[in-house]
Each structure stands twice: as structure tokens, then as C-alpha cells.
């Protein structure tokens, strides 16, 4: 089966016990053993193991080309499960353009208990070689990345992972599965808020770690994730399935969206720089077309005039709804600096855009009359 049609077909069986065509909503908690002891569907507890939960890891293990997926309450929880899977005295390269919290999670949380971490500009592989150390167990890498859309080879980052004896974890939640698959360029855990695009109506937060092999370290992930219990309820993983099965057209047409964007933002007077890896001129731009089957629904720029004129901006959009996250149906725009506070190293003219599936025109003139031309 293609990527589409697994999407809607894998962990959308009909029910056996009543023909439903969507699948129902499991809220027990607990399983019946049979007389002799067993569990004929091997459910027992529903921390360890919920149908709505299995069937959400499957589609999403099949959607990534992985062997197997761990479903968390949030892509932080997932974050987590993975630095939680190392051990002290490890450690980890992260990329300098990132989603703010896997670095905070590292520097107020992590280091205290003995992870060691360096930040590297990760559009040069030549940084991350540079960074390996002896104790060097991960390689984490996020492309397109928060907020700057940097490109990363996914590809040589795995390699110089493996060459030192690392792993290498890609956070996908920027493209979705439905543009880049990490496994098939070599990493080996592909990291995922599924609060985002897999989500994609901005109503559930989720977090979702996919292995390309059932190794020690994804079985420590597994470990955290059952006994630790930072899952996703029964509702959560329904909501999420039902959002699988759009995946790709919702994020074809914000691609299709965000293309447009992009090029008339990059025509603008009033505007420095366009961050978008669909650009000939994004320094990022020959990975991206390598890696990535599109460009996806993300972008930012920086106005002419630094944070104070980004604010005045943002304060005039109509169609845009200023709001963190991304990969809803609706198009958003933020302020990075401002949301991430004073540790943020967003620049401070920069506005960050998740272009929805509104038609482009519209989304276009409204972002033409709020910069004021
Ligand atoms: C939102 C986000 C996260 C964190 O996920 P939550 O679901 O908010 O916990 C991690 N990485 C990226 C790239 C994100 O956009």
C-alpha cells in the first residue's frame, strides 16, 4: 500500500463485534483474565497497552516506515522518554535552531542529573562531527528546524552519529511523516508532537516516538512509557487516528499554501529575510528537495525594523490568528521571541507563520495590510 491509503486503512479495522465502520472509543481501564489465567487480547492495564492506543502506534509506526511507535501525552513527555533512556554521564549534540523546550528540558532539568549536551549550527554536518566526544550517545536533530527553518542532512547526521557509536533521534513534527521519513535516511528514533500536524485541528496534544528497530534504547522508551505512564488517553489516540487518515492533503495543501506565501513575502519591501526551504535561495534549499517530497506549511521572516515593527505586524493581522503552535487548518502567526522568553534565541524581528487551508489569496492580502503596504 502507498503512504495514503495505509493512512486510512492501517489501524482502522472494522469492529468484530458490531461492523463499526470508525473505530470505538475503549475507556476501560482494566481487562478480564480467563479462567485459566490469560489475556486472549493481550490487554491487561490500560497504562501498559489500550486498543485506541495500539491501533494510533501502528498507523503511526506504518506512516514512518518503523518497526514499532510509543504514544505519548505530549511531544515534551516523548522528549523526555528519550533523554530519560540515557544515562548519566552521556552525551547529547542538539542542533542551535530548535523547538525551545528539548533544549530547556536539557539545560534546567537534564544537566543536573548528568546528561551532557553542546549546541551546534547543524546546516554544517561538519559541526556535529566536530562536536563528537567519547561519551557522545545521541545526535538529535530537528529539520525543518524552530523557528528558522534550517535544513539539516538527515543523512550524514545518522552517519556521523553511527561512526561514533551514537544514535541519531530526528524530531519530524516540522514536516510529518507525509513529506520526510528520517528511518529511511538512517536515524534511528523519529520524534514526534503529534499535537501538530498529525494532529491538525490544534484540539489535542500528543507526543509519539517511532523506532526503526527494537533495540535497548527503544526498549527503555517503551519501559518509561508503560511504567512511567505519560500516555495519551483512549479519546486522545482516537482523535489523533481520525487526523492520520487527512495527513497528506491537509499538509499537500498547506504546502501548496505556504509556496505562494513565501514567494510574495519574499518580493516585499518591507521585509529582511523569508525562512523558507522551498526558496532557490534558502541556503538550506537543495537537502530540503533531497530529503523533504515538499516544502510543507511552515515558514517565518524577519520585517525590516526588528521586534518592535514584528509586534506592530502581528497586532494588524484580520485572517491570521496570533497563537503559539502549528499544523492546524487554521493559519497562525507569532512573535517567537517574545513567547520564548528571555533564554530565546528566536531573533527578535522574527515572525513565525503555520499557513493553514484557507484560500492563499486571502491569507495573502491580510498579511499584505498588515505590514502596512
Ligand atoms: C510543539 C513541538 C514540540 C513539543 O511538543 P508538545 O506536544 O507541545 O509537548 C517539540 N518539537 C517541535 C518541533 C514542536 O513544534
Redesign the pocket.
Known amino acids: 500500500m502507498r503512504p495514503e491509503t495505509r493512512a486510512i486503512h492501517i489501524g482502522h479495522p472494522i469492529d468484530p463485534g458490531n461492523s463499526a465502520v470508525s473505530p470505538s472509543i475503549v475507556l476501560s481501564t482494566t481487562f478480564m483474565r480467563e479462567a485459566d489465567g490469560s489475556f486472549p487480547h493481550n490487554f491487561v492495564y490500560t497504562r501498559s497497552a489500550n486498543p485506541n492506543r495500539n491501533a494510533l502506534e501502528a498507523a503511526l509506526a506504518a506512516l514512518e516506515g518503523g518497526v514499532a511507535a510509543a504514544a505519548f501525552g ?6 523526555m522518554a528519550i533523554y530519560h533512556a540515557l544515562a548519566p554521564g552521556d552525551h547529547v549534540i542538539l542542533p542551535a535552531d ?2 525551545f ?2 533544549r530547556a528540558l536539557m539545560e534546567q532539568h537534564y544537566n543536573r542529573w548528568g546528561i551532557e549536551h553542546s549546541v551546534v549550527d547543524m546546516s554544517n554536518s561538519a559541526n556535529i562531527e566536530r562536536a563528537i566526544k567519547a561519551n557522545t550517545k545521541l545526535v538529535w536533530v ?1 529539520t525543518p ?2 523557528p528558522q527553518l534550517t535544513i539539516t542532512d538527515i543523512r550524514r547526521a545518522a552517519e556521523i552519529a553511527h561512526s561514533a557509536g551514537a544514535f541519531c533521534v530526528a ?1 519530524n ?2 514536516a510529518s511523516p507525509a513529506l520526510q521519513n528520517p528511518l529511511a535516511l538512517g536515524a534511528d528514533l523519529v ?6 500536524y498529525i494532529g491538525g485541528h490544534s484540539d489535542v ?3 509519539a516516538i517511532v523506532a526503526k528497530e527494537e533495540n535497548d534504547l527503544f526498549i527503555r522508551i517503551r519501559g518509561f512509557q508503560q511504567l512511567g505512564g505519560a500516555v495519551p488517553s483512549p479519546f486522545d489516540c482516537w482523535l489523533l487516528l481520525r487526523s492520520v487518515a487527512t495527513l497528506q492533503v491537509r499538509v499537500n495543501a498547506a504546502s501548496d499554501n505556504a509556496e505562494s506565501v513565501a514567494r510574495f513575502l519574499a518580493g516585499h519591501a518591507k521585509i529582511k529575510v523569508v525562512h523558507y526551504p522551498g526558496l532557490e535561495n534558502h541556503p538550506g534549499h537543495a537537502i530540503a528537495a533531497e530529503q523533504m517530497r515538499r516544502f510543507g506549511g511552515m515558514l517565518s521572516f524577519q520585517v525590516k525594523g526588528g521586534a518592535e515593527e514584528a509586534i506592530a505586524v502581528a497586532a494588524r493581522v484580520k485572517i491570521f490568528i496570533r497563537a503559539t ?3 492546524g487548518y487554521e493559519s497562525l502567526i507569532e512573535h517567537r521571541y517574545s513567547i520564548e522568553g528571555v533564554n530565546s534565541v528566536a531573533p527578535p524581528g522574527l515572525l513565525r507563520c503555520s499557513i493553514g487551508l484557507e484560500h492563499v489569496d486571502d491569507l495573502i492580502e491580510d498579511l499584505d495590510q498588515a505590514l502596512g503596504s
Open positions: 505530549s511531544g515534551q513527555a516523548a522528549t530548535i523547538y523546550g528539548t530537528e528546524s524552530n524530531d513534527t516540522w520524534m514526534h508532537s503529534t499535537t501538530k496534544l500528543g507526543g503552535s502549528l499544523g
